[in-house]
């Protein structure tokens, strides 16, 4: 398996400094603040980041396994909500995710969910975070 790179740097102090994060060979470069990252601020942040990871994870799971199971998926949808609390502490992701998944019925999906949140690399990567919720709906 390959090795996945990512950079950030951080220039000056928490409040008034500011850096960028890279991902890959520049495919995406960001820039965030401590307003970025704690309040409103323009840019973006490493909970974000770590946001759309698990949402891109996830979605690549369900949709392997779901495929594996006879169910080939027309899309998944992912969308992280990734909480961080005074400490500062991520203290819980959701998951939102819409799939198509053509003559599957709800409870095999459900499951085929349930079985992607704990087997998803990144999912087994955050289980320091106390709460992981998934909340899936098949859509047409």
């Not at 850096?19 to 840019?43: C, E, L, N, P, V």
């Not at 490493?46 to 891109?56: C, I, Q, S, V």
């Not at 998926?73 to 005074?86: F, K, M």
């Amino acid at each position: 398996m390959a090795i996945r790179h990512s950079t950030a740097v951080w220039n000056g102090n928490l409040t008034e400094g500011a850096g960028t994060m890279t991902i890959g060979k520049d495919w995406y470069t960001g820039t965030f603040t401590r307003a970025s990252r704690f309040a409103d601020g323009q840019g973006t942040n490493p909970e974000e980041l770590l946001g759309a990871a698990h949402a891109g994870c996830f979605s690549m799971y369900l949709a392997a396994i779901l495929s594996k199971s006879g169910f080939t998926p027309t899309q998944i949808r992912t969308q992280a909500e990734v909480s961080i609390v005074d400490g500062p502490v991520i203290d819980r992701i959701t998951l939102h995710t819409q799939a198509n998944v053509p003559n599957v019925d709800e409870a095999t999906f459900q499951d085929h969910v349930t079985r992607a949140k704990k087997e998803c690399p990144v999912s087994k990567a955050l289980a320091a975070v106390p709460e992981i919720q998934v909340n899936a709906k098949l859509v047409n």
